[in-house]
């Protein structure tokens, strides 16, 4: 037996890996959730959609918008946050903010966001003197954060409304509420661990170590995935249709959920992922008001941020690699003309100036 696990371990290893395990997750998670919602939007009436998103109240699409926006101003603090742990202080808020918003924005809607939202973090902190460890430090940190808060509210959550996961995991409530309390003892014991010994807790080896927050410094991290996805659900709840009513903690824990499960696929912008778990999880909903919802919330949480840190991005290479170089020239040949001029004498100087005054 003590022989049997290692070869196992190693054989695993070997021919499978946690990277294809994961991408064969992935595809799992996908496949079965555009079967789903192909299955679900069988009849649907488009027209019945386009009267759904002329009902939603525009002072409500306004406030979401708010919302939206206030999310993505707590989400700059998950890099900001990471960057005061691991001591590089020196980089300022203004580009942990533009790092957090462009990495997140354009890695969710492609997909793989830890590989293209890592890659627009290096981009960006290299500039300032980060290596490759340094940004995946940042990227583990920034990720604890995400991963924290969403265990927290929706333990919260699903202990006080266990029924409102039911439909999407297929568990009875006592089960939920079951899986509510561990998560809720999971981060207490992570806090209690924190606490335990003189120094800060450590995770890796080697040369990758990364020094993890403190308990105080937990709280605080926590408290800034829960403002986030507040903000989040609060906009999902503001273009919910009005009937049948729902209350704000059960919605959280539906979105919170269909969350998790499109950030698990990897899929580009949750696309199908996110939508399907949604109207799995509402059946109480008309499909057509749930998908005019869901339609606008793409647009304001996903679509325009996407555009937006496009935009931001390609100005701020088309700067660095076009307008910066071009200034460094003009300034590097007005200071070899100035110096040209200076080694002259007076009367050659005196000569060059009447004939440019001539021309």
């Known amino acids: 037996m003590h022989g049997l696990l290692p070869a196992l371990k190693r054989g695993f290893k070997r021919w499978i890996g ?18 789903t919602l192909l299955r679900t939007l069988k009849g649907i009436d488009t027209g019945v959609i386009l009267t759904a998103l002329t009902e939603i109240p525009r002072g409500h699409i306004g406030l979401a918008a708010i919302c939206v926006l206030l999310a993505f101003c707590t989400l700059t603090l998950y890099d900001f946050f990471a960057l005061r742990t691991i001591g590089k202080k020196h980089v300022p808020y203004r580009i942990a903010a533009l790092s957090s918003f462009t990495s ?73 509420r079951l899986i509510a309390f561990g998560g809720i003892a999971s981060i207490v014991a992570y ?47 503001l273009l919910m249709p009005a009937s049948p009513p729902i209350d704000f903690l059960s919605l959280a824990v539906v979105f919170i959920l269909a969350t998790l499960l499109g950030f698990a696929s990897h899929a ?24 005019a919802t ?20 390609g100005t701020r290479e088309l700067w660095t690699n076009v307008v910066e170089p071009w200034q460094e ?16 004498t007076p009367m050659e100087r005196e000569r060059s100036l009447r004939q440019a005054s001539k021309r």
């Open 18 to 35: 946690w990277r294809r395990l994961g991408i064969a997750a992935s595809v799992m998670i996908i496949a079965f959730a555009v079967t």
């Open 104 to 176: 997140y924005s354009i890695g969710h809607n492609l997909g793989a966001t830890m590989f293209t939202g890592g890659a627009i973090r290096f981009r960006i902190y290299s500039d300032y003197g980060l290596n490759a460890i340094d940004v995946a430090k940042i990227c583990f940190l920034s990720g604890l954060t995400f991963w924290l808060g969403n265990i927290f509210v929706l333990s919260i959550g699903m202990a006080i409304h266990p029924d409102a996961a039911s439909y999407m995991d297929q568990l009875p409530s006592p089960i939920n």
């Open 191 to 237: 806090l209690f661990w924190l606490c335990m010994g003189e120094k800060r807790r450590e995770l890796g080896q080697k040369g990758w170590k990364v020094v993890l927050p403190s308990a105080p410094l937990t709280l605080v991290q926590i408290l800034i995935g829960v403002v986030d996805l507040g903000f989040c659900a609060t906009a999902m709840y």
């Open 268 to 291: 580009p912008g949750s696309i199908g992922v996110f939508d399907a778990a949604m109207l799995v999880a509402l059946p109480e909903f008309g499909r057509e008001q749930l998908l």
């Open 294 to 313: 869901l339609l606008v919330f793409r647009l304001l949480y996903f679509v325009i941020p996407f555009g937006l840190a496009i935009s931001i991005m």
């Open 329 to 344: 020239r003009r300034r590097l040949a007005e200071a070899c003309a100035q110096a040209n001029l200076q080694q002259v």
